[in-house]
């Protein structure tokens, strides 16, 4: 089967603190790509990254990273400082060779003041 | 410019109702897709066109025919709306032969049946 979890339904931090985001995934393939998207309380949905399964490089972007780990299937993603416009419901997703994209429930996330 | 736009923004419509979403892209891409978002936040592929051609339908009613005049167009039209259909519906393109290049979405339409 072909899975994107989030686990996490809802998290809540206060500014300035350091928040991850947890995405497992299923797969049989051996070439497939993730992605993060961010959806603001605005509602449009936003590219964050992608990575392809044959690079397990960790990015950092900012205050963003991600942590990429074939081994235990996982794509997990950082704030660093959060702010509270990273305040918005982010998405973690899969993508295979016929490019449907296979989304995880996502995980809202409050930055409180 | 905007690179995937759908309209309209909000719709608005009766049980029985027959209606359309409009969507192009200006990117180029060779693919578009329709995704269903769920109440829960819940994003579901709908359908897949690759150059006016379908190459995916998870398993939605035939009330949805989606349209491809030509590979910047994906138009989705439902007919006898029903409750259930009340969600909001994300239009998207991305690049074929690029496996893996991310999708560009649309600003979604917020569909409302009464």
């Known amino acids: 089967a072909q899975k994107v979890t989030q686990a996490q339904t809802e998290i809540s931090v206060v500014e300035k603190e350091d928040v991850t985001l947890d995405c497992v995934y299923e797969?049989?393939?051996?070439?497939?790509?993730l992605f993060w998207y961010k959806q603001p309380p605005s509602g449009e949905l936003v590219f964050l990254i992608r990575r392809n399964s044959f690079d397990e490089q960790n990015e950092i972007s900012g205050r963003y990273s991600w942590n990429f780990q074939k081994s235990t299937s996982s794509f997990n993603f950082t704030i660093t400082a959060s702010q509270v416009v990273d305040s918005a419901v982010y998405f973690c997703a899969l993508s295979f060779r016929d490019d449907k994209i296979i989304f995880g429930k996502g995980t809202r996330l409050h930055i409180l003041p | 410019d905007t690179a995937v736009s759908q309209t309209p923004k909000y719709l608005v419509t009766q049980m029985g109702n027959d209606k359309s979403i409009k969507c192009e892209q200006n990117l180029g891409h060779d693919t578009m897709y329709w995704y269903k978002q769920d109440s829960k936040k819940f994003l579901k592929i709908m359908f897949s066109y690759n150059n006016k051609e379908l190459i995916i339908n998870e398993t939605v009613p035939n009330r949805f025919s989606p349209k491809s005049p030509d590979k910047a167009h994906l138009n989705l039209h439902i007919n006898s709306l029903e409750l259930g259909d009340s969600a909001v519906y994300f239009c998207a393109s991305s690049q074929l032969g690029a496996a893996g290049t991310e999708a560009f979405f649309g600003q979604g339409t917020r569909l409302t049946v009464v």
């Open positions: 797969t049989r393939d051996t070439t497939y790509y």
